[in-house]
């Protein structure tokens, strides 16, 4: 059974830094893409950041381009987003997905996470 377990939300207030880890089990780690997305209440799931199976190539979506850093340690079965200037537009809860390409859609990643949440204070 594939799980996906984030961990490292909480409330920061702006300008802050956070780093959210995401520990998966149940499935060949290094074989996968990962992602990261996050959901405002009201909102729709987006797009944070994505990252290759070997960590060479990642992808970030605009909003969070020179905030945001993916990274991975296959060792550790592991993916991590650091994330510095956070702002309020920032808060949501964050989600980490695994999939067998990389890309920046969401029905591209059939593994989830159930969410972190992130708040950030003004």
């Not at 990261?36 to 994505?50: D, H």
């Not at 070997?54 to 340690?73: E, H, L, M, P, W």
Request: net charge neutral.
């Amino acid at each position: 059974q594939v799980q996906l377990v984030e961990s490292g939300g909480g409330l920061v207030q702006a300008g802050g830094s956070l780093r959210l880890s995401c520990a998966a089990s149940g499935l060949t780690f290094g074989s996968y893409a990962m992602g990261w997305f996050r959901q405002a209440p009201g909102k729709e799931r987006e797009f944070v950041a994505s990252i290759s199976w070997n960590g060479v190539t990642s992808y970030y979506a605009d909003f969070v381009k020179g905030r945001f850093t993916i990274s991975r340690d296959n060792a550790k079965n592991s993916v991590y987003l650091q994330m510095n200037s956070l702002q309020p537009e920032d808060s949501a809860d964050y989600y980490c997905a695994a999939s067998d390409s990389l890309g920046v859609h969401r029905y591209r990643y059939s593994y989830w996470g159930q969410g972190t949440q992130v708040t950030v204070s003004s």
